[in-house]
């Protein structure tokens, strides 16, 4: 009965989106106060019947009723607890039913904390987001509806897919989604402020919170995946540039981007078209993130099903929304021009140079991402873009941007006198080329010169972003939230260039067949297999290696990689076995019995790696600090201008 | 008029920055690129000399040899027309198996044989990379598995 009682508060959610939709545009356009009050109504009730659509769903699992298709396809007796709950968006309709409760919780939160806002404008902003829930509710129930019976009912189910039972990849989903999703609150107050056709400084103060949490979420989606990728899957390093992973990381190069634009617009009133393209872009790569996951059209571990019909409706739905925000902006943006100046060396210069950077960043991965299908839509050939295209072209804008975040965090706004700042900059730059220099000399005698480059990029990064907060503390001036978490992501994004640089040229990787008391020798370590014995988890049986790690003679670890059968999808599975020190991982993952006793074994060194990962929750925390700054939250009520009625129809005209 | 032409070589500079960078892209994609061929393609001589590219198919019922207790295997990808032999030296992923879709990525050698850097097996074991698929409808003379 539940399953039902879910697919019924599914089609009330979309009745209740439609409502949303309706009332927050037409409302204000008609100049009906009703309509918009109504609002908040539609959004509660939304909310009330997905989150219920959402328990059904998650009821279903922990019951295992197998006569529902996605239980059955999912989840299994054997399956424990923890990963039955997880498998809500393990597949393809659960995960969707996860971003609808997102997009759910994203707009009852605008609501809660936009009362301060003129009415008008907040209805809009609901109602664009009551028609991006129309579209994805409507997506669902139409192909991909998660409540579908079975009949008869099978007897059991066909299990999770086991390289997703796992704890990070429990928990990388609902991150990921909170971070695109958040991005629709920045596309909806662009779309709102154009249908206004006007944009001031207050409106980039109120919608900049709200990025900057969706931006702190997306980052701490991505490292789980990353995280997840590197010792669950296996391939034994932090980034593939597998499509999928291109695909987090593009609205997270323009989330980046547009942080930073609107940073300008709300001190300065510039870059105002600018920040709108960048919000409607930022979320409209996340609408391309879940098409290119979901429709199947990329080869990638992270494609479930293909299905045209799913394929169609998502490119159909991108259309509309791109295609229709875009042409919002053609229409209303050129009105909105900004005159104030500013000089080359001002903050605002910086930020621009961020910006342009970002997106030219964000625009190369773009086409390495899209090129194969392109190529494979015209005919041309099935081509791959791999590494050897990404690591260069990314590495020629990120390298300049890195160089900039230390002079342009202490330049001033609007004038361009760098000679106030001259000296901490100067300082913090001559302590990280000497301690890059130290490191490199000290720890990693070789590698490429990426190494010392990297390590000295980082080091200042981190350095200079504590002189702002060190200088303040020690005059006794307060210090905001904006300022500390600023700092704090950019020491994260410090920590995370030097794990890359390390990680990049200094790991040591080797496959070797190695007999039952044989080493293999990784640089300074010596890695000896010791044998293998059977082993048992839950729900698989495996094969476990022993493998003693030494250094100069004395233990440093023993690893105990596993070859894992799991009961039902008889799949063999990799499990690595990694010892993480504060500076380097060990890593070993098994191949196969090769014959004549011996294994074939997956052996790195990883110097720095957790760094790339902390960093990325630094960034992230820095991100929220930032976020939840009180200066976003004393918003003065604005008073309407106008009488509402009045002021609403004179919008209307204008528009 | 200071501040015109500073915001003039501000832009100046801007295109300039963003003009290099696509054309370094464009270099870097150019000389990056892997294309995907099948074994008959390979037969047929379309693999330029030296060239890095993919190969798929299936990996070709009984063709897996190992020397015992070396890390080298071989093994034939095929596209039930015509089929390519593969040498690997690394570990085979956890889906490889004989009659099973595979892609490798590598070149030839100077003995008709193809030389792989990386072998890709998918997770899924009723998944298909979708280039494979359409090779061997391409083929249609299935017989083997």
């Keep these: ?655 | 008029m200071i501040a015109r032409r500073r915001r003039l070589v501000l832009v100046l500079g801007i295109i300039a920055g963003v003009a290099a960078a696509g054309g370094l892209a464009l270099q870097a994609f150019r000389s990056n690129v892997t294309f995907f061929f099948d074994p008959t393609q390979v037969a047929a001589g379309e693999v330029k000399q030296g060239q890095r590219f993919r190969l798929g198919g299936m990996v070709k019922e009984g063709s897996l040899v190992r020397q015992a207790g070396e890390l080298e295997v071989r093994f034939a990808v095929t596209d039930f027309k015509r089929e390519v032999p593969v040498v690997y030296r690394n570990v085979l992923p956890d889906l490889f198996r004989e009659g099973a879709g595979v892609v490798a990525h590598g070149r030839m050698q100077a003995d008709g044989s193809f030389l792989a850097d990386e072998v890709l097996a998918k997770h899924d074991e009723k998944y298909m990379p979708p280039e494979v698929a359409r090779s061997l409808k391409k083929g249609e003379t299935r017989s083997g598995i």
């Design chain 1, 1 to 655: 009965m539940t399953p039902e009682i879910g697919h019924y508060a599914l089609v009330l959610a979309l009745l209740l989106a439609a409502a949303q939709a309706l009332f927050g545009l037409l409302g204000p356009v008609l100049a009906q106060q009703r309509y918009v009050q109504a609002v908040p109504f539609a959004v509660a009730g939304q909310f009330v019947f997905t989150a219920l659509a959402m328990a059904c769903l998650v009821n279903a699992l922990v019951q295992m009723d197998f006569s529902v298709r996605y239980v059955a396809e999912n989840a299994n007796s054997a399956l424990p607890l923890f990963y039955r709950v997880a498998a809500v968006w393990g597949a393809h309709e659960g995960s969707l039913l996860l971003w609808i409760l997102v997009l759910s919780v994203w707009t009852v939160a605008v609501t809660l904390r936009s009362r301060a806002l003129p009415q008008r404008f907040i209805a809009r902003v609901l109602g664009i987001m009551g028609l991006l829930s129309v579209g994805f509710l409507l997506f669902t129930l139409a192909t991909s509806n998660p409540f579908l019976r079975l009949d008869p009912a099978a007897p059991d189910g066909r299990d999770l897919n086991p390289v997703l039972q796992d704890f990070a990849l429990a928990i990388h989903p609902p991150m990921l989604y909170i971070g695109y999703v958040g991005l629709s609150v920045a596309f909806a107050f662009a779309c709102a402020a154009m249908i206004e056709g006007q944009l001031d400084q207050a409106w980039a103060r109120w919608t900049r919170p709200w990025t900057t949490l969706a931006w702190a979420f997306l980052t701490a989606g991505i490292a789980l995946g990353s995280w997840w990728a590197y010792y669950e899957l296996g391939w034994g390093g932090f980034w593939f540039w597998d499509p999928v992973e291109n695909a987090s990381f593009m609205p997270w190069l323009v989330a980046t981007a547009l942080i930073h634009s609107l940073a300008v617009t709300d001190k300065r009133g510039l870059f105002k078209s600018w920040t709108l393209l960048l919000a409607i872009s930022g979320f409209s790569l996340s609408l391309l993130g879940t098409f290119l996951v979901r429709s199947g059209v990329l080869v990638s571990v992270h494609s479930f099903a293909a299905d045209p019909a799913r394929g169609v409706f998502i490119l159909a739905f991108l259309v509309i929304v791109i295609g229709g925000a875009l042409t919002l902006y053609a229409w209303r943006a050129p009105g909105l021009r900004s005159s104030a100046g500013f000089e080359l060396t001002s903050r605002e210069s910086f930020l621009l140079f961020n910006n342009i950077l970002l997106v030219i960043a964000a625009a190369v991965i773009f086409g390495g991402t899209m090129a194969p299908m392109v190529s494979d839509a015209l005919g041309q050939g099935a081509l791959s873009v791999g590494p050897q295209y990404f690591n260069p072209t990314f590495l020629l804008p990120t390298l300049p941007l890195l160089a900039l975040v230390s002079v342009g965090m202490h330049a001033s706004w609007k004038r361009g006198n760098l000679s106030r700042t001259q000296r901490p900059v100067l300082a913090t730059l001559a302590l990280a080329v000497a301690l890059a220099l130290a490191v490199w000399m000290g720890a990693y005698g070789t590698g490429s010169l990426m190494l010392p480059v990297g390590l000295g990029l980082g080091l200042w990064i981190i350095l200079s972003s504590l002189v702002d907060p060190i200088d303040r503390l020690r005059r006794g001036l307060s210090l905001s939230a904006g300022v500390l978490g600023m700092s704090i992501a950019h020491i994260g994004l410090g920590l995370l260039t030097l794990g890359i640089a390390v990680v990049q040229t200094a790991s040591i990787e080797r496959d070797s067949a190695l007999v039952v008391g044989q080493s293999a020798q990784l640089g300074a370590y010596s890695f000896r297999f010791d044998g293998v014995e059977p082993a048992e988890g839950a729900n698989f049986n495996a094969t476990q290696a022993k493998v003693t790690v030494q250094r100069d003679g004395v233990d440093v670890a023993v690893l105990q990689p596993q070859k894992r059968t799991y009961w039902v999808q008889r799949n063999a599975m990799t499990e690595a076995a990694i010892k993480t020190q504060w500076n380097q991982d060990l890593f070993v993952a098994m191949g196969e019995d090769v014959g004549k006793g011996a294994w074939s074994l997956r052996m790195q060194v990883r110097p720095l790696i957790q760094f790339v990962w902390f960093g990325a929750i630094i960034m992230m925390l820095g991100g929220i600090i930032a976020g939840l700054d009180r200066r976003y939250r004393q918003l003065k009520p604005v008073a309407e201008q106008e009488p509402n009625t009045v002021d609403v129809a004179a919008g209307a005209r204008t528009a």
